[in-house]
């Protein structure tokens, strides 16, 4: 059964500063997606990660993917408010029709 | 494009009752998905079918039924409600891209979510 752990849970920061938040996953798997939900919205998409190695960068915001060690970080630099949300990784596996398992999502609270 | 659409957005429903949630794709998309969205635990998927006339159990499928009999709609029923279906139900579609060494990409689009309350 594949398992999606994420950490921290709860993430607060101070604008400017920089954090990393980690997902991990427990069984080999090609693709994980991250998403960014606002308070009572719906999810939206951020990065799709493909194959070991990748990087994608969009503004403050910069995921990478190790197949290998069943990692992906998103790491946001430079934190400010609008940023304020809560991220899930998300991965399916390879014969799995896009069936996503997510993790528990992490809530980031940006302080002035 | 309207994306993904679900009706109703809310719902309060008493113990016993049934319901069915319409989620409505205008993306000509091959798959779609249900999920429940409760604290602490992300989403967590209910049904999801990978074309018109098909569908297939995900990880928590009882007390729901599904059917999709025309490729841009997916309907999800609860036959008699009870109070742990409190949640967010969302309803996703995806197509499918192609990536390296031939991955499949299945980059989900979400709806806005139906806010179901069973008292």
């Known amino acids: 059964e594949l398992k999606v752990e994420q950490n921290p849970l709860f993430l607060s920061m101070q604008e400017g500063k920089n954090y990393t938040i980690y997902c991990n996953y427990s069984?080999?798997?090609?693709?994980l997606y991250w998403y960014r939900q606002d308070p009572g919205k719906s999810l939206e998409s951020l990065f799709v990660?493909?194959?070991?190695?990748a990087v994608k960068q969009e503004g403050r915001l910069m995921a990478s993917l190790d197949t290998k060690a069943r990692l992906s970080t998103l790491h946001i630099t430079a934190a400010v408010h609008d940023l304020s949300a809560t991220y899930f990784c998300?991965?399916?596996?390879?014969?799995?029709?896009?069936?996503?398992?997510f993790g528990q999502g992490t809530i980031l609270t940006v302080h002035p | 494009n309207a994306g993904v659409t679900q009706t109703p957005k809310f719902r309060v429903l008493k113990t016993g009752q049934s319901m069915t949630l319409l989620c409505a794709q205008d993306?000509?998309?091959?798959?779609m998905y249900w999920y429940r969205q409760d604290p602490g635990m992300g989403l967590r998927l209910i049904h999801y079918?990978?074309?018109?006339?098909?569908?297939a159990k995900g990880e928590v499928p009882d007390g729901y039924n599904v059917s999709r009999l025309k490729k841009q709609n997916f309907l999800l029923g609860l036959e008699s409600a009870a109070p742990s279906q409190t949640s967010v139900y969302f309803c996703?579609?995806?197509?499918?891209?192609?990536?390296?060494?031939?991955?499949?990409?299945?980059?989900?689009?979400f709806g806005p979510g139906t806010r179901l309350t069973v008292t």
């Open positions: 996703a579609s995806s197509g499918v891209g192609y990536g390296p060494k031939s991955l499949y990409i299945y980059e989900q689009y």
């Open positions: 079918s990978v074309g018109e006339g098909t569908t």
């Open positions: 993306m000509n998309h091959e798959y």
């Open positions: 069984t080999t798997s090609d693709r």
């Open positions: 998300a991965v399916d596996i390879h014969t799995s029709y896009g069936k996503l398992t």
């Open positions: 990660l493909l194959s070991n190695g």
